[in-house]
């Protein structure tokens, strides 16, 4: 049996079209799905019923969580968070149901499968370390396993010296004294990596025990918003796309910025775009904290320590209706951050975040407790 394991689709039924026919072209007898259909993207109905016509097995990501109401989506930010509210008014009943009741964890054929990882699935913690796929070698039994949620295309071994050893992707044939965790990376909404941004997928044969990780050229143009009517103001162009370096942000200037020539009657139909920063990242983020200000604060503080750094510190602050007050305070802190301050007339709330500052850091939190003062 030959398995094709996919992972964060995001709502991109373009890309997982192409990986799709790619899958069939290379015998893959089943298509496994490790969450996150839904979240970003423009198209989730689409891609949706896809994913459900296509999958053997479909695994809950916490996009897909978010969205059906299952899980929360106060960790979200920006696109993430639209994207929610937006999704959920694009699906049918039905498929929020069926989105609601999909499991954390799935077995296939000597091994196991989930989004996030498996010491605690619902929270969709990410393995991104040795720390991390240390725990999950400890957590299950099985010799190989599945994990998706970082976006990025990835392996840890483990044999019988115990030690976890991180390596990129690579084709490989499973060894009787090796344990493997494989991320087959994101169909929909990759990281770019060396100027190149690709979808991806694995392989898995479970007849050869073989992995083979298959990447596939990917549309910057197929994760911008389609053409419908924008009530807000308009806002400057963006990019939808994670993680866009030189090489991705060149192609889709390109498609965005061509002259084009409308005829406009009695409406305007724009497309808009919605630009996306590491703020917006959920792959990034480490923690967020909100406090709830009081009359009299004057003053906040992060009270961030780090063990190791370094990571990302980024303030906002919010009025009444929720909207930013100010510009953000942005920092990168190397061990640790007190510093206070000042609250912008017309703040109500203090959003505090952490995040990587880039997807291979590997920074840790010792403490983390914003306060508020008067002074």
């Known amino acids: 049996m030959k398995y094709a394991i996919l992972s ?12 799709l026919a790619d899958a069939a072209q290379n015998g893959a007898d089943r298509i496994v799905c490790l969450g996150d259909v839904v979240g970003y993207g423009p198209l989730p109905a689409e891609t949706l019923a896809l994913v459900r016509q296509a999958a053997s097995l479909v695994l809950a990501g916490n996009h897909d969580d978010a969205v059906s109401g299952r899980g929360s989506a106060e960790a979200f930010n920006g696109l993430a968070a639209d994207a929610v509210t937006r999704h959920r008014a694009a699906l049918s009943a039905d498929d929020l149901a069926w989105m609601k009741g999909l499991p954390y964890v799935g077995t296939l054929d000597g091994a196991r499968a989930a989004h996030g990882d498996f010491v605690d699935p619902p929270k969709f913690y990410y393995v991104d370390d040795a720390e991390g796929a240390a725990a999950n070698f400890a957590a299950t039994d099985a010799p190989l396993l599945f994990v998706g949620h970082t976006h990025i295309p990835a392996l840890a071994v483990v044999g019988d010296s115990g030690t976890v050893h991180l390596t990129g992707p690579q084709d490989f044939t ?11 990376g994101s169909v929909g909404y990759p990281r770019e990596a060396n100027g ?27 994760v911008m918003a389609r053409g419908r009517a924008v009530a807000r103001p ?37 497309t808009r775009v919605v630009a996306v920063d590491k703020a917006d990242d959920p792959a990034l983020l480490l923690a ?52 206070a301050h000042k609250i912008p007339d017309g703040a109500i709330s203090a959003l505090f975040s952490v995040r990587r500052a880039a997807a291979t850091d590997t920074p840790r939190i010792a403490a983390f407790a914003p306060t508020a003062a008067p002074r």
């Open 288 to 339: 967020r904290k909100e406090l709830t200000l009081r009359p009299d604060d004057r003053k906040v503080r992060a009270n961030l320590r780090l063990a190791p750094g370094p990571a990302e510190l980024t303030i906002d602050f919010r009025d009444p209706n929720g909207q930013p007050v100010g510009a953000p305070f942005r920092r990168t802190i190397k061990e640790s951050y007190r510093q």
């Open 196 to 222: 190149v941004c690709q979808s991806s997928y694995v392989l898995y044969d479970a007849s050869a025990r073989t992995i083979e990780f298959r990447f596939l050229p990917f549309s910057v143009a197929s």
């Open 174 to 184: 499973l060894e009787p004294n090796k344990r493997y965790i494989v991320n087959p």
């Open 8 to 19: 964060d689709i995001h709502a991109n039924a373009e890309a997982l079209r192409r990986v």
């Open 234 to 270: 308009r806002r400057r162009l963006g990019l939808a796309v994670a993680a866009l370096g030189a090489a991705a942000l060149a192609a889709l200037l390109a498609v965005v910025l061509k002259p084009t020539t409308r005829t406009v009657t009695k409406t305007v139909t724009e």
